[in-house]
C-alpha cells in the first residue's frame, strides 16, 4: 500500500501570512499533486508534478506554489494566506508508468488549513 | 472543460439496502477512479476502472465508456459504509492531460442501523 503523509495535519494562519503545506512519499512515484477540497465539494487540482525540480499548474494555481526539491517531497506553498484558501488540502502520488493500476493515486490524510 | 456529475448527492439508506451511485462525464475517458473518503479524513481507492466491469467484495463498479457513464453499487449496506464516494476522471491521452483527474462533487451516503 503506498504511504503519503502530510505535515502539519492542521493550521490556523493569519491573513496575509505565509504558509507551507509539506508532503512527503516513500513509495518512489514520479508524479505527485496537491488538491484543495471546500466543503461539500470535491476536490480541485493546484499544482502537480512529475518529476524533481520541475512543477506544473493544475486548474486552480492562482495563490500558490508548490516545490519539489527531491521525489520524495512536495510542498504548497501560500505566499500570503486569504480568507479564501480556507480548506483541506490533500497531496496524493501516482506511479507514472505500468500495471493495471496505472494511473491509480494515492492520497494522504489531509491538512486542514483555517485561515483567519 | 469537462465536466464530471455525480448523482444523487446525498442517500440515506437502512443496513442491508442496496446503492447505486452515478457518474456521468461529458469527453472522451481515459481511466475512471472511483474514491472513498471517511467522514473528516482521506480517500482511498476502491476502483480503478477505465471500462467494463469490476467487482470487490460487495462492490461492483460499471464504466460504459459508449453512454459515457460510470456507477458504483454497493450491495447490502453495512453502517461502516457510511462516507463520501467520489468519482474521477482522467482525460484522453490524446488531450495531453495524462495524470490529472477531475473529480465530482461526490455522492454523501448515510447508512442506518
Known amino acids: 500500500e503506498a504511504a503519503v503523509t502530510q505535515s502539519p495535519r492542521s493550521k490556523v494562519a493569519v491573513t496575509g501570512g505565509k504558509v507551507t503545506l509539506s508532503c512527503h512519499q516513500t513509495?518512489?512515484?514520479?508524479?505527485m499533486y496537491w488538491y484543495r477540497q471546500d466543503t461539500g465539494h470535491g476536490l480541485r487540482l493546484i499544482h502537480y508534478s512529475y518529476v524533481a525540480d520541475s512543477t506544473e499548474k493544475g486548474d486552480i494555481p492562482d495563490g500558490y506554489k508548490a516545490s519539489r526539491p527531491s521525489q520524495e517531497n512536495f510542498s504548497l506553498i501560500l505566499e500570503l494566506a486569504s480568507l479564501s484558501q480556507t480548506a483541506v488540502y490533500f497531496c496524493?502520488?501516482?506511479?507514472?508508468?505500468?500495471?493495471?493500476?496505472?494511473?491509480?493515486?494515492?492520497f494522504g490524510p489531509g491538512t486542514r488549513l483555517l485561515v483567519l | 472543460g469537462q465536466q464530471v456529475q455525480q448523482s444523487p448527492a446525498s442517500l440515506v439508506l437502512q443496513e442491508g439496502e442496496n446503492a447505486e451511485l452515478q457518474c456521468n462525464f461529458s469527453t472522451s475517458l481515459n481511466s475512471m477512479q472511483w474514491f472513498y473518503q471517511r467522514p473528516g479524513g482521506s480517500l482511498v481507492s476502491l476502483f480503478y476502472?477505465?471500462?467494463g466491469t469490476k467487482h470487490s467484495g460487495r462492490l461492483t463498479s460499471t464504466t460504459v465508456i459508449k453512454e459515457r457513464r460510470s456507477s458504483l453499487h454497493i450491495s447490502s449496506s453495512q453502517t461502516t459504509d457510511s462516507g463520501t464516494y467520489l468519482c474521477?476522471?482522467?482525460?484522453?491521452?490524446?488531450?495531453?492531460?495524462?495524470?490529472?483527474?477531475?473529480f465530482g462533487a461526490g455522492t454523501r451516503l448515510a447508512v442506518c442501523p
Open positions: 476502472n477505465p471500462s
Open positions: 513509495n518512489n512515484h514520479d508524479y
Open positions: 496524493a502520488s501516482s506511479d507514472a508508468l505500468g500495471g493495471v493500476n496505472q494511473d491509480t493515486q494515492y
Open positions: 474521477a476522471l482522467a482525460p484522453s491521452m490524446l488531450s495531453g492531460s495524462f495524470n490529472k483527474l477531475t
